[in-house]
């Protein structure tokens, strides 16, 4: 077949023969998917930087026990997180999509009003669990800690949620005002904090919180919610929240299930070698940080377009965008952690002055288990995208014995390099699994049973 112009091969169609790769149109398509992706990199570094600027200040002020304390509490609210996720979060960003460009701002708002209703449960929980740990003396900071954590998480969620729904909107750019809000807001504060040694993990979260609450009301004023539209046909709350528990439901079990394993980690590791283990293991993480971020704002980018190209049935355009998805992944994972191998030391002098320079091995580990993590989400945005939370809990399910065998006897065996070590193991299983439940959709065509 012969190349002339732009064209490349041709079809048929009702209105005649329409180039099938067109030059020029792929070029535009790959100019405005290259913007927007550097916007929402962009966008979320500066939400990491808010994050890591705290983060590093609290590992380098106070003890490791006490950070320890921090990011145990902190990891709790990773399970608050993610019932929030699965009842309010992804259903928003991958059901009835179509209501963000007819009636974005009453949808949005009725989908505040039930993550207000949501986290009285959820932080009230939390809550109630932190106050009963630091009145009964069973583990004072840890309580004192979950209590804050209580009182920041619907802020930080409601930061988190106006982020997302700017992605829907298509407005990284507003999303990017945002985060530059939150990154001067938590760095100001944190060095304010710092000065007058204020830091805590209780101020920690306080920190959190205020910043979060702050960048939310930016977020959502710009998106409109707080202005009028017109009346339509809007869905009604009652209506909303079935619709979001008959798919968030079986998420909820993956939650349930899920948190056997980050949260279950940490867990066996306050246990078995204590929380200054627990401070250690987050200090050297803080590196592949980035990594997660980055993979997060992809995530945010482009899981809109697959649902969308999901709901209008177009099976190609989903299968393609996953695999460019994968190769970008890990492709930049695979640079991130040659350069973890080789810099690890001077990071760890660079940032925290020799305080962990004994540790800062096993900053390649972890960054190890972040590679193998960005992966694994690659395939979970798939499974997401075409609306198949039941095999989210199958992969979840499948992935928790090998990170509570490998934990125990490797913590037992090797202390905290058993604990990151357990971690690499863990996405390991993470990305085998969800490879294979994520394969019907990227055959080549996408097979009739599963479409």
């Given at each position: 077949m012969s190349i002339s112009g732009s064209v490349t091969a041709t079809i048929a169609t009702g209105r005649g023969r329409q180039p099938l790769f067109d030059r020029q149109r792929m070029l535009a398509a790959a100019t405005e998917w290259v913007g927007r992706g550097s916007v929402a990199v962009s966008e979320q570094a500066l939400f990491a930087g808010g994050n890591f600027v705290l983060n590093?200040?609290?590992?380098?002020?106070?003890?490791?026990?006490?950070?320890?304390?921090?990011?145990?509490?902190?990891?709790?609210?990773?399970?608050?997180?993610?019932?929030?996720?699965?009842l309010i979060l992804e259903p928003a960003?991958?059901?009835?999509?179509?209501?963000?460009?007819?009636?974005?701002?009453?949808?949005?708002?009725?989908?505040?009003?039930?993550?207000?209703?949501?986290?009285?449960?959820?932080?009230?929980?939390?809550?109630?669990?932190?106050?009963?740990?630091?009145?009964?003396?069973?583990?004072v900071p840890i309580g004192k800690a979950m209590t804050a954590a209580a009182c920041a998480s619907p802020f930080i969620l409601l930061h988190w949620m106006g982020r997302r729904f700017l992605y829907v909107l298509r407005r990284p750019p507003t999303a990017l005002a945002g985060s530059a809000v939150y990154l001067s807001f938590i760095g100001a504060v944190t060095l304010i904090a710092r000065a007058n040694h204020w830091l805590s993990p209780g101020t920690g979260f306080a920190i959190l919180g205020s910043g979060s609450a702050v960048t939310a009301l930016f977020l959502l004023a710009r998106a409109g919610v707080f202005s009028r539209e017109p009346r339509g046909n809007r869905?009604?709350?009652?209506?909303?929240?079935?619709?979001?528990?008959?798919?968030?439901?079986?998420?909820?079990?993956?939650?349930?299930?899920?948190?056997?394993?980050?949260?279950?980690?940490?867990?066996?590791?306050?246990?078995?070698?204590?929380?200054?283990?627990?401070?250690?293991?987050?200090?050297?993480?803080?590196?592949?940080?980035?990594?997660?971020?980055?993979?997060?704002?992809?995530?945010?980018?482009?899981?809109?377009?697959?649902?969308?190209?999901?709901?209008?049935?177009?099976?190609?355009?989903?299968?393609?965008?996953?695999?460019?998805?994968?190769?970008v992944i890990i492709a930049g994972a695979v640079v991130f952690e040659l350069a973890l191998a080789l810099l690890h030391t001077p990071l760890e002098h660079l940032v925290y002055g020799r305080k962990f320079a004994q540790f800062a091995f096993l900053i390649p580990i972890v960054g190890g288990a972040a590679l193998l993590d960005g992966t694994a989400a690659a395939y979970s945005m798939l499974l997401s995208a075409v609306q198949r939370p039941r095999l989210q809990l199958i992969s979840v399910a499948t992935t928790v014995p090998v990170t509570l065998i490998s934990g125990l006897v490797f913590i037992s065996m090797w202390g905290i390099t058993g604990?990151?070590?357990?971690?690499v193991m863990t996405a390991t299983a993470s990305v085998a699994v969800r490879r294979r439940l994520a394969q019907p959709w990227l055959r080549e065509p996408v097979p009739a049973a599963v479409s």
């Amino acid at each position: 077949m012969s190349i002339s112009g732009s064209v490349t091969a041709t079809i048929a169609t009702g209105r005649g023969r329409q180039p099938l790769f067109d030059r020029q149109r792929m070029l535009a398509a790959a100019t405005e998917w290259v913007g927007r992706g550097s916007v929402a990199v962009s966008e979320q570094a500066l939400f990491a930087g808010g994050n890591f600027v705290l983060n590093i200040a609290l590992a380098m002020t106070i003890p490791a026990a006490d950070y320890g304390a921090f990011v145990f509490a902190f990891t709790m609210f990773t399970i608050v997180a993610g019932f929030h996720n699965a009842l309010i979060l992804e259903p928003a960003t991958v059901l009835r999509t179509t209501l963000y460009d007819a009636q974005p701002r009453s949808y949005i708002r009725a989908q505040v009003f039930l993550h207000a209703c949501v986290m009285v449960v959820l932080a009230g929980a939390l809550g109630v669990i932190g106050v009963l740990l630091a009145t009964t003396g069973a583990n004072v900071p840890i309580g004192k800690a979950m209590t804050a954590a209580a009182c920041a998480s619907p802020f930080i969620l409601l930061h988190w949620m106006g982020r997302r729904f700017l992605y829907v909107l298509r407005r990284p750019p507003t999303a990017l005002a945002g985060s530059a809000v939150y990154l001067s807001f938590i760095g100001a504060v944190t060095l304010i904090a710092r000065a007058n040694h204020w830091l805590s993990p209780g101020t920690g979260f306080a920190i959190l919180g205020s910043g979060s609450a702050v960048t939310a009301l930016f977020l959502l004023a710009r998106a409109g919610v707080f202005s009028r539209e017109p009346r339509g046909n809007r869905p009604g709350l009652m209506e909303l929240a079935i619709e979001r528990w008959s798919y968030g439901r079986w998420l909820i079990g993956s939650v349930c299930i899920e948190s056997a394993i980050v949260p279950g980690l940490t867990l066996l590791t306050t246990v078995m070698i204590g929380l200054s283990a627990v401070g250690v293991l987050r200090a050297m993480q803080i590196f592949v940080v980035p990594a997660g971020h980055t993979v997060t704002a992809i995530s945010a980018l482009v899981l809109p377009a697959l649902a969308r190209d999901y709901q209008h049935g177009r099976f190609s355009a989903l299968r393609d965008k996953t695999r460019r998805v994968l190769l970008v992944i890990i492709a930049g994972a695979v640079v991130f952690e040659l350069a973890l191998a080789l810099l690890h030391t001077p990071l760890e002098h660079l940032v925290y002055g020799r305080k962990f320079a004994q540790f800062a091995f096993l900053i390649p580990i972890v960054g190890g288990a972040a590679l193998l993590d960005g992966t694994a989400a690659a395939y979970s945005m798939l499974l997401s995208a075409v609306q198949r939370p039941r095999l989210q809990l199958i992969s979840v399910a499948t992935t928790v014995p090998v990170t509570l065998i490998s934990g125990l006897v490797f913590i037992s065996m090797w202390g905290i390099t058993g604990a990151a070590l357990a971690s690499v193991m863990t996405a390991t299983a993470s990305v085998a699994v969800r490879r294979r439940l994520a394969q019907p959709w990227l055959r080549e065509p996408v097979p009739a049973a599963v479409s």
